[in-house]
C-alpha cells in the first residue's frame, strides 16, 4: 500500500507568492495533519483535519490554511510569502481522530522562498 | 505553553546502548511520542506511553513518568543504521503533536 505522498517535492517562490501544497494521506486514513519543519527543529504543528472539518490549529498566521476533500486528501495554502517560510512541510495522516493515533509522515514539500 | 528539552547530539559505538531523555511542560498531556527521522527523510513513529511506565519494541524501548513529566527513548545493540534524529512529541489534543527539537544520534563504527 502507498503511504503519505506529498506533492511537489521541492519548491522555490519569491517573497509575497503564492503556494499550495498538496497531500494524499494512506487510503482509508480519514485524519490529516500539516507541521512545519526548519532546519535543526522539531516539526510544528499547523492543522489538522478530520472528516473533512478543521480540528485543530497551531500558531500560523492567517496566510496559512488548509482544507480537506471528500477523498480525505488535503491542501496546505499560503498567501504573501515571507522568507522565513522556507522549510520543509510535513504531512502526516492517521486512522482517527485520538489523543494516542500513530501519525504516518509524507516524505515533505521543501519549500524555499527567496 | 509547551516545551520539551532533548540533548541535541549524543555519540555512540555499534553495539552500544544508549538513552536519549526528554522532559517537557505541557498544558495538555495525553501521552509521549517517539519519532525517528533520516536526514531527508520523513519521520517515522518509533513508541508511544500514555501510562507510566515502559514500553518495549524490539531493540528500542521507551519509558514515562508523568509525575516527573520526564521519558526516555532506550536504543540497544545500535547499528549504523540508527544514526539519525529522534524527536520527542507530547500528544496535547486528538492527533496534535508538540515536538522537541531534536536529539541526532551519531553512531561509530
Known amino acids: 500500500d502507498a503511504g503519505v505522498t506529498q506533492s511537489p517535492t521541492h519548491l522555490i517562490k519569491t517573497r509575497g507568492q503564492h503556494v499550495t501544497l498538496r497531500c494524499s494521506p494512506i487510503s482509508g486514513h480519514k485524519s490529516v495533519s500539516w507541521y512545519q519543519q526548519v532546519l535543526g527543529q522539531g516539526p510544528q504543528f499547523i492543522f489538522q483535519?478530520?472528516?473533512?472539518?478543521?480540528?485543530g490549529r497551531g500558531n500560523f498566521p492567517d496566510r496559512f490554511s488548509a482544507r480537506q476533500f471528500p477523498n480525505y486528501s488535503s491542501e496546505l495554502n499560503v498567501n504573501a510569502l515571507l522568507l522565513g517560510d522556507s522549510a520543509l512541510y510535513l504531512c502526516?495522516?492517521?486512522?482517527?481522530?485520538?489523543?494516542?493515533?500513530?501519525?504516518?509522515f509524507g516524505s515533505g514539500t521543501q519549500l524555499s522562498v527567496l | 505553553g509547551q516545551s520539551l528539552e532533548q540533548p541535541s547530539e549524543v555519540t555512540a559505538v555499534e553495539g552500544a546502548i544508549v538513552q536519549i531523555n526528554c522532559t517537557y511542560q505541557t498544558s495538555g498531556f495525553y501521552g509521549l511520542s517517539w519519532y525517528q527521522q533520516h536526514d531527508g527523510g520523513a519521520p517515522t513513529f518509533l513508541s508511544y506511553n500514555g501510562l507510566d511506565g515502559l514500553e518495549e519494541t524490539g531493540r528500542f524501548s521507551s519509558f514515562l513518568s508523568r509525575s516527573d513529566s520526564y521519558g526516555y527513548l532506550l536504543l540497544q545493540e545500535l547499528q549504523m543504521k540508527d544514526s539519525a534524529s529522534y524527536f520527542c512529541?507530547?500528544?496535547?489534543?486528538?492527533?496534535?503533536?508538540?515536538f522537541g527539537k531534536g536529539t541526532m544520534l551519531l553512531v561509530s563504527p
Open positions: 512529541a507530547v500528544s496535547s489534543g486528538y492527533s496534535t503533536l508538540t
Open positions: 483535519y478530520y472528516e473533512k472539518e478543521e480540528r
Open positions: 502526516a495522516s492517521s486512522l482517527r481522530q485520538t489523543t494516542n493515533e500513530k501519525l504516518f
